[in-house]
């Protein structure tokens, strides 16, 4: 079965200091990678889909980049509202057609004023 | 926002019950899957409906049961409630085509039993 690890379990940081965050995954064959912020008791929020090493995406302060075997999502500068648990997944299929994601633990990032 | 909308977003019941929990995929898509999100932890798969049916399973028994409607709305159904139900349950929608997929997900619900 795929497996999805990240770290670290929770990041607190203060507000202007950049960091990332790293999802690494254990997959038969990788068909791509999510990136999903989740807010406090509220659904997880699609951020980033990347589908091979090398490819970067961007959106405001986060970059996510993947390789072979891992995945970063690096946040620069982040502001209080970055606070948030950000979730990685890899699709695995079920039966043909169709997907599942398994997720990650998260990272609980917290930015202090 | 996603679109993806989810009913109740509170739920308490005690051991032993029933709930049926529903959703309302967004639009357009005709895929819907739901997780179990425990405190702490990521989610995790309980089922996928396509089209009307069963796509596959999680390791979650039988007393989890879904539906899914010609609207593409669903339902997830859980019969004799344990403690160890008590989680967040989300739903996600999208649409399946021959390439990949994005799942978006609603705001779950808040499941306690007590």
């Known amino acids: 079965e795929d497996q999805v690890t990240q770290s670290p379990e929770a990041l607190r940081l203060q507000e202007g200091e950049s960091s990332s965050l790293n999802c690494s995954y254990t997959?038969?064959?990788?068909?791509?990678l999510f990136w999903y912020r989740q807010d406090p008791g509220k659904g997880p929020e699609f951020l980033f889909t990347l589908y091979s090493a090398g490819e970067e995406k961007e959106k405001e302060r986060l970059k996510a980049t993947l390789t072979k075997k891992e995945s970063f999502l690096h946040i620069t500068a982040p502001k209080p509202e970055d606070s948030a648990t950000y979730l990685c997944a890899v699709p695995h299929p079920i039966i043909q057609g169709a997907q599942k994601l398994v997720f990650g633990q998260g990272t609980r990032l917290t930015i202090n004023p | 926002e996603t679109g993806v909308t989810q009913s109740p977003t509170h739920l308490i019941k005690t051991r032993g019950q029933q709930v049926t929990l529903r959703c309302s995929s967004q639009?357009?898509?005709?895929?819907v899957s739901w997780y179990q999100q425990a405190l702490g932890q990521g989610p995790q798969f309980i089922f996928q409906?396509?089209?009307?049916?069963?796509?596959g399973r999680g390791n979650f028994p039988p007393r989890f049961s879904g539906l899914q409607f010609p609207n593409y709305s669903s339902e997830l159904n859980v019969n004799a409630l344990e403690l160890d139900d008590s989680a967040l349950y989300l739903c996600?929608?999208?649409?399946?085509?021959?390439?990949?997929?994005?799942?978006?997900f609603g705001p779950g619900t808040r499941l306690l039993v007590l």
């Open positions: 409906y396509y089209r009307e049916e069963e796509n």
């Open positions: 996600a929608s999208s649409l399946r085509t021959s390439g990949q997929e994005t799942q978006y």
């Open positions: 997959v038969s064959g990788l068909r791509g």
């Open positions: 639009s357009g898509h005709n895929t």
